[in-house]
């Protein structure tokens, strides 16, 4: 582990661009006394006050009270999919595959969304891998795979929707200390999330020859 005198060190080496990349997207994971060195450059620099500002919002953690009232007003709000209110939202895993001779597109999206959209959302994805998902090498093996996992997934619904909610919160954890968590806002980010959040994993075959 680097001694606070070589990190400051460091820290006084990087670019405006860097330091401001870090307050953005890693002050999360940083010590109390870098997170001070970090303040302490973009003040020295005259970079954007508000970069301290949401450094102290991502790292101003909610405590468990704040997570579980958080849970439940999530599970109580609109379908950000459909619109409607007619059950509790679900943190959901959807795997979709599409593979054409050297090509192979592997995506999980995270999405929370009210049941009857997550099931129409899981037929969707089936046909999918069933019709499309075989056509390459990598398919072959791929799509048997991802749909025994769907399969074993459906007993674990809880545990899926329990981490899929916890990452959700995690990650907008400095949205929640400066815009608070009132339906609309939690609304949006949902929106967002359910827009934006996927891991895709993309395969040319002929790469790997």
Request: glycine share 6%.
């Amino acid at each position: 582990m680097h001694s606070i005198e070589e990190i400051k060190e460091n820290y006084k080496g990087f670019s405006d661009s860097k330091i401001e990349n870090i307050a953005r997207n890693e002050s999360k994971g940083l010590r109390k006394e870098v997170l001070g060195i970090l303040k302490e450059e973009i003040e020295k620099r005259n970079l954007d006050e508000r970069l301290i500002t949401w450094v102290d919002a991502e790292t101003n953690t909610l405590t468990d009270f704040e997570k579980q009232t958080l849970i439940r007003k999530i599970e109580n709000l609109k379908c950000p999919n459909c619109g409607l209110k007619e059950s509790k939202l679900i943190g959901q895993e959807f795997n979709t595959i599409v593979s054409v001779i050297l090509f192979c597109n592997d995506t999980t999206e995270n999405r929370i969304l009210c049941s009857n959209c997550g099931r129409n959302k899981k037929i969707k994805s089936f046909l999918i891998n069933v019709s499309a998902g075989w056509w390459s090498r990598r398919g072959i093996l791929l799509t048997p795979y991802t749909l025994i996992k769907d399969t074993i997934n459906f007993f674990y619904k809880k545990k899926i929707n329990d981490r899929i909610i916890a990452e959700f919160i995690e990650h907008n954890n400095g949205m929640f200390r400066l815009h608070g968590t009132d339906d609309e806002t939690l609304f949006g980010l949902i929106s967002w999330h359910n827009n934006d959040y996927e891991i895709p994993e993309t395969d040319e075959e002929n790469n790997n020859e």
